[in-house]
């Protein structure tokens, strides 16, 4: 019996389902992204998915072009960077992907629905849009909540240390190496790592809380105060969110993890009044300072 597959429906699914693979790749790899990129990474799924009209081709062949397509997905959707980060956002949409094809198949294999066909790795739906959206958004949630189930498992998977130096003074703390922050300083280039002012409160200046807490203008500080050269504000725009992070321009923060200690001069500081994590970190690193 033969399938009748409209081309419109078969792209435009694949099309919401890379966007929602490269969602939930994002939330595995902890690498954030623009959003444009991550639309036109999606438009290359949408294509890929004509394969369908193929006759079934081996598996070794199949596998072959879904690391080529994959690869070229990962690359529009996140850029390159450099090849551990780009490994892992391929690491990352390809577990996604291996979850959320087993769910597709498991459903084919088990019930047959009609509307749905499998082949050379592109699922077709041809049920109502109301049916579609639910199903791929909780075959979506079943990815996120496993990636969540092992990352509480496994919760120092990129713990490390941090220890900021300035002017005599130093404090060690817990810390999260995150490759999506790249984050910089717009006038030296100088990386920027992000802290919860309640716990670097004790290491601060008493004089300065009331610039870091932001209720106090830096233009009004006065000059004879020892930090005021290393003070400015960093622009930061995330989850919808934007505006300008108090920092400091450090002597070194030195970040030590399982393979050493390195030591990074001159580090921005952006201090922050919101919750990081739970409580088990209370700095976020950029990406340059590991990867290197």
């Not at 369908?52 to 070229?72: Q, T, Y």
């Amino acid at each position: 019996m033969s399938e009748i597959i409209y081309v419109d429906v078969l792209v435009a699914v694949n099309i919401f389902v890379t966007y929602l693979l490269l969602a939930a790749s994002s939330f595995f790899s902890a690498v954030q992204t623009k959003r444009w990129r991550l639309l036109l990474a999606s438009l290359l799924g949408g294509a890929a998915s004509l394969l369908i009209f193929l006759p079934p081709v081996p598996w070794w062949l199949l596998l072959v072009e879904k690391l080529l397509s994959g690869a070229l997905i990962v690359w529009t959707a996140y850029a390159f960077g450099n090849w551990r980060r780009w490994l892992r956002c391929f690491t990352a949409f390809f577990a996604a992907n291996f979850v959320f094809a087993g769910l597709m198949l498991a459903l084919w294999l088990s019930w047959k629905p009609g509307g749905m066909f499998y082949q050379n790795g592109t699922v077709y739906f041809d049920v109502s849009l109301a049916a579609f959206v639910i199903f791929a958004c909780l075959c979506y949630a079943a990815v996120r909540g496993i990636v969540a189930l092992l990352r509480r498992r496994h919760p120092g998977a990129n713990a490390c240390q941090a220890t900021i130096h300035m002017l005599g003074r130093s404090i060690t703390l817990p810390a999260l190496y995150d490759s999506g922050n790249t984050l910089t300083d717009g006038f030296t280039g100088a990386p920027v790592i992000v802290a919860e002012l309640d716990a670097v409160r004790s290491f601060l200046p008493e004089s300065l809380l009331g610039f870091f807490g932001g209720a106090e203008d830096l233009a009004l500080l006065p000059e004879s105060e020892p930090w005021r050269s290393r003070l400015r504000e960093i622009p930061f725009h995330a989850l919808g969110r934007s505006g300008l992070l108090p920092a400091f321009r450090s002597d070194q923060v030195a970040v030590k993890t399982k393979r050493g200690t390195t030591r990074n001069l001159q580090t921005i500081v952006a201090v922050t009044k919101d919750s990081l994590s739970d409580g088990s970190y209370h700095v976020i690193l950029q990406a340059s300072m590991i990867e290197r």
